[in-house]
């Protein structure tokens, strides 16, 4: 399989269950590594890197959102947010900054302080957002983001990422079961057995961010 | 510095757990240390000895006496300067509970072989005037209360000195001014114990007080020699083969005591070692999460490691504050066989090494393997 993502782009995988895509989004996120073949991911040939320059490279490039939101439970929303700042060379003062200007953009300021079972699913997913773009990467991931949440919670984070594609420029690669989630993308990709099989766009042509 | 609340909060996250191991931490460096005092007691107390002074024993064992008449041999070989003896009493005071050790001694001499034993001029004069009088230890009177011109009652505790009790005044209280010298003991007149024993004229021990430590193998074997193949032979030795001695009598106590020390720290770090492992396990997908957020391998080993070294090292602390207050002469009374008995710096420090140690080693496998963790697999196992 052979794809380029355009930056800026929102685009949808979609496909049946065992059809490669959360691989894919995997070794985009350079968690998982490519038994053949090469990742070229802005500048950087990410299949080469070593283990941990790829866990520098990820820590400065990629926001990763779960399925499952994966907060960690005895962190704050604000720490749970800070967690990726801890690996940079901010100070605390501004390490703060970021955290809020995060929480501000998926509008949880209100909940800094509240833990992660004091949060509803949605609010929990929006922590994770917060969490995923709080170092401000080029590359947001998204592994099935609304699977777990009610309709109207989904919908939120929807509007979310959409709004983090349109306006905050993030280029967006999510994994989705759900039609209308794909919807929001500008295109999707359907994926079977590892192997494309259908493309659909939506959006108008970007500059090619080469995967 | 930064990371320190990460670690903080992740040992918070079972609180009870995290208890359990700080307490077992504390329990085992506790024991360390308190074992590690009895065994620096004793050998604070060998040290301490005099290398002027030679000790002559009966040569079957300690429990044999000599009789006095010994004394003059001892005093005529060459080298030797002065002598003393003493009898173990081993009386009871009201209760066989409140032990303490009580020696009959020749007092005079004693006293100026034993300047350890520190007394003021009018309570040393009281004490030699007075046949019955006896000397006690300030930490001894602290333990019972014991006054100057207090009456104090032992029963007898050796049928040898038949079966009246003894009534003793207490003329002087002493303080110990070396570890040679316990502040937990009573010495009193041998004549008084010896008037009543139905075997008299029988000495314990006998201390030589020599001129030159440097001969004191060839004085002891002389010492000796004088008294080869008479019914009572003896065996001399300075004061700190003496000491030894009377150690080893308890045993290998170094073996004992170390064994002891080693099985209970290296249960606990197997302990500890499972906890973290448990609890590492338990944090799969967290541990996953901190990967693909970019925590490189190297500082997810030193999040967990360092996670096991601080409740290791917050038990050491607790284990040697409690150790430190609990191990010492008044609270454990063990000032009798011990006279220096307590946590010292060093054992403090050797004890909070050991619980650094065991959190280093505890944390150690739960810490690669959280490092190693295959990120994907690891979020798989759960989604």
């Known amino acids: 399989m052979s794809i380029d993502v355009p930056e800026g782009e929102y685009l949808g995988l979609m496909g049946p269950s065992g059809s490669g895509k959360s691989t894919l989004l995997n070794l985009l996120a350079g968690i998982d590594r490519p038994t053949r073949g090469s990742i070229r991911i802005g500048d950087t040939q990410t299949s080469s890197l070593s283990e941990r320059a790829l866990a520098g490279w990820r820590a400065r490039n990629v926001g990763f959102i779960f399925q499952l939101y994966n907060l960690i439970p005895v962190l704050t929303a604000f720490e749970n947010v800070e967690l990726p700042l801890l690996l940079t060379n901010l100070s605390k003062k501004q390490r703060r900054d970021h955290v809020m200007t995060a929480l501000g953009i998926v509008a949880l300021t209100d909940r800094e302080k509240h833990y992660p079972r004091q949060l509803s699913g949605g609010q929990e997913q929006r922590v994770a957002i917060a969490r995923a773009i709080v170092t401000d990467p080029m590359l947001l991931l998204a592994d099935e983001p609304t699977g777990d949440l009610d309709a109207k919670s989904a919908s939120e984070v929807l509007t979310l990422l959409q709004r983090l594609n349109k306006e905050y420029k993030k280029t967006i690669i999510m994994v989705t079961h759900d039609p209308h989630a794909a919807e929001r993308a500008t295109r999707v990709l359907h994926l079977e057995k590892g192997t494309l099989v259908e493309q659909v766009d939506r959006g108008p042509e970007r500059p090619a961010l080469q995967v | ?383």
């Open chain 2, 1 to 383: 510095m930064k990371f320190i609340g990460l670690v903080l909060k992740s040992a918070r996250r079972s609180k009870r757990r995290t208890l359990l191991t700080v307490m077992s931490v504390a329990i085992a460096v506790f024991l360390f240390a308190s074992l590690r005092a009895v065994l620096d007691g004793f050998n604070a107390a060998t040290e301490a000895s005099s290398s002027t002074r030679i000790v002559t024993l009966r040569s079957t064992s300690l429990f044999f006496s000599m009789p006095t008449s010994h004394a003059e041999g001892i005093k005529s070989t060459p080298g030797v300067q002065d002598i003393t003896w003493a009898n173990w009493f081993g009386g009871v005071y009201k209760d066989p509970q409140n032990f303490f050790a009580q020696f009959a001694i020749e007092p005079e001499s004693y006293l100026r072989l034993y300047p350890e034993i520190e007394l003021t001029p009018e309570d040393r004069k009281a004490f030699l005037d007075d046949r019955t009088g006896c000397i006690v230890g300030d930490g001894l009177a602290k333990r019972f209360g014991f006054k100057v011109g207090d009456k104090v009652t032992l029963q007898v505790g050796i049928p040898i000195y038949g079966t009246r009790d003894f009534d003793f005044n207490v003329r002087g209280i002493y303080k110990s001014g070396g570890a040679a010298v316990d502040n937990q003991s009573m010495f009193f007149h041998w004549k008084y114990a010896d008037e009543r024993s139905i075997q008299p004229g029988q000495i314990g021990w006998f201390i030589a007080q020599i001129s030159n430590p440097d001969e004191a193998t060839q004085v002891a074997t002389a010492i000796d020699q004088k008294f080869a193949n008479s019914p009572n032979e003896t065996k001399t030795d300075t004061e700190k083969q003496f000491q030894a001695t009377f150690v080893s009598m308890f045993g290998n106590l170094n073996l004992l005591l170390g064994s002891i020390a080693l099985a209970v720290v290296i249960t606990t770090l197997f302990v500890a070692g499972n906890t973290m492992a448990m609890s590492v396990r338990e944090r799969t997908t967290e541990i996953a999460v901190m990967r693909t957020l970019g925590f490189p391998s190297s500082t997810i080993f030193l999040l967990i490691a360092g996670e096991g070294l601080m409740m290791a090292i917050v038990g050491g602390i607790l284990g040697v504050g409690f150790a430190r207050l609990i191990v010492t002469p008044d609270l454990m009374q063990a000032g009798a066989f011990i006279p220096v008995f307590g946590v010292n710096n060093t054992n403090a420090v050797t004890a909070l090494l050991l619980s650094a140690g065991i959190g280093i080693f505890a944390g150690l496998i739960p810490a690669t393997m959280a490092s190693r963790l295959k990120i994907v697999d690891a979020l798989r196992r759960v989604a």
